[in-house]
């Protein structure tokens, strides 16, 4: 699979990661046949969260994969933590326990990237600073990333962390593209002109973080796929009309879609569909058009000023 830089590390990782956070709605040999379609399919990037499953997601994986030292080598590890008993915290305490208990649980000595899951408003800078001092200093953790947070809440952590900010996972799809909207309506008095999230797009880019979209086929916040959905019916017919024209499935013109854009963006998959998961990467190898990536666009219903 095609492969980027993450980040401003050295670090080679596939433009589609495959996320975790549904491993635990499948059975042991199931799971086992799914992280190793994965492998064969050169997607070695696998994303987990310490909640995901409260906790269960990571177990399963490590047993899924068999981990041990040769099979470590071959994939890349990341997850996240900072979400508790419902509440944020990025204390130093917690982050330090959530890596320990997020190593035991996949079986490993390390992982290659943490991010902090959700903006806690409570937050110590110089606490995490420590954090990440010391998980670097002990090899537990590599690379560093952030979750669903803005230009600011990233400049005051980077304010205190030496650590490079590698990573900020975010969402997006092709129904849920205000960070691109945004962009098209500076200066316009319409809804689509509000600045929602402080040009995440454009700093991230800017800086050197890779983007890592959630949910890339998701409308709203977890209401449900826009693929098929009778909520969506130009774009399934624009995105199918595509698909035809490149001889792939929808998902993987969906996916595509977010890697046509030029910030170099890594999504993550949610789907435990096997078949889906091939569609998914297949994308890696599709490069649409200007006049495919804006048709599709509008299609969502996105105007154009």
Same mark, same amino acid.
């Given at each position: =699979?095609?492969?980027? *830089?993450?980040?401003?590390?050295? /670090?080679?990782?596939?433009?589609?990661?495959?996320?975790? =956070?549904?491993?635990?709605?499948?059975?042991k040999a199931e799971?086992?046949?799914?992280?190793?379609?994965?492998?064969?399919?050169?997607?070695?990037?696998?994303?987990?969260?310490?909640?995901?499953?409260?906790?269960?997601?990571?177990?399963?994986?490590?047993?899924?994969?068999?981990?041990?030292?040769?099979?470590?080598?071959?994939?890349?590890?990341?997850?996240?933590?900072g979400i508790r008993? &419902?509440?944020?915290?990025?204390?130093?305490? +917690?982050?330090?326990? @959530?890596?320990? &208990?997020? /190593?035991?649980?996949?079986?490993?000595?390390?992982?290659?990237?943490?991010?902090?899951?959700? $903006?806690?408003?409570?937050?110590? $800078?110089?606490?995490?600073?420590?954090?990440?001092?010391? /998980?670097?200093?002990?090899? *537990?953790?590599?690379?560093?990333?952030?979750?669903?947070?803005? $230009?600011?809440?990233i400049q005051l952590?980077?304010?205190?962390?030496?650590?490079?900010?590698?990573?900020?996972?975010?969402?997006?799809?092709?129904?849920?593209?205000?960070?691109?909207?945004?962009?098209?309506?500076?200066?316009?008095?319409?809804?689509?002109?509000?600045?929602?999230?402080?040009?995440?797009?454009?700093?991230?880019?800017?800086?050197?973080?890779?983007?890592?979209?959630? @949910? $890339?086929?998701?409308?709203?916040?977890?209401? &449900?796929?826009?693929? &098929?959905?009778?909520?969506?019916?130009?774009?399934?017919? *624009?995105?199918?009309?595509?698909?035809?024209?490149?001889?792939?499935?929808?998902?993987?013109?969906? =996916?595509?879609?977010?890697?046509? +854009?030029?910030?170099?963006?890594?999504?993550?998959?949610?789907? =435990?569909?096997?078949?889906?998961?091939?569609?998914?990467?297949?994308?890696?190898?599709?490069?649409?058009?200007?006049?495919?990536?804006?048709?599709?666009?509008?299609?969502?219903?996105?105007?154009?000023?």
């Open positions: =699979m095609r492969t980027l *830089k993450i980040g401003t590390s050295n /670090l080679e990782v596939p433009v589609v990661a495959v996320g975790c =956070m549904r491993i635990n709605s499948l059975e799971a086992e046949r799914f992280v190793q379609t994965s492998l064969e399919e050169g997607a070695n990037f696998f994303d987990h969260a310490d909640i995901y499953g409260s906790g269960a997601c990571e177990e399963i994986f490590a047993d899924a994969i068999h981990m041990n030292d040769d099979i470590r080598e071959k994939m890349i590890l990341q997850s996240k933590c008993n &419902g509440m944020f915290d990025f204390s130093k305490e +917690h982050i330090l326990s @959530s890596v320990d &208990g997020i /190593l035991k649980r996949l079986k490993t000595d390390y992982l290659d990237i943490l991010l902090l899951h959700r $903006p806690d408003t409570l937050v110590e $800078p110089e606490e995490v600073a420590e954090a990440f001092d010391k /998980l670097e200093n002990s090899g *537990k953790v590599r690379h560093f990333g952030v979750s669903n947070q803005n $230009p600011l809440q952590l980077q304010k205190y962390v030496k650590q490079p900010i590698v990573a900020n996972q975010l969402q997006l799809s092709i129904t849920n593209a205000t960070m691109i909207t945004q962009g098209f309506n500076v200066n316009m008095e319409n809804e689509a002109a509000v600045n929602r999230d402080g040009s995440i797009l454009d700093f991230c880019r800017l800086n050197d973080i890779t983007i890592q979209p959630w @949910s $890339p086929f998701q409308y709203g916040f977890f209401e &449900g796929v826009f693929l &098929g959905s009778d909520k969506f019916p130009e774009l399934n017919a *624009k995105i199918d009309e595509v698909a035809a024209k490149y001889g792939v499935s929808n998902t993987t013109i969906a =996916m595509a879609w977010i890697l046509r +854009h030029p910030a170099r963006m890594q999504p993550v998959t949610g789907t =435990m569909n096997i078949e889906r998961l091939k569609d998914c990467c297949r994308a890696a190898d599709i490069q649409l058009t200007r006049e495919d990536w804006y048709e599709i666009y509008r299609a969502a219903g996105n105007v154009l000023p």
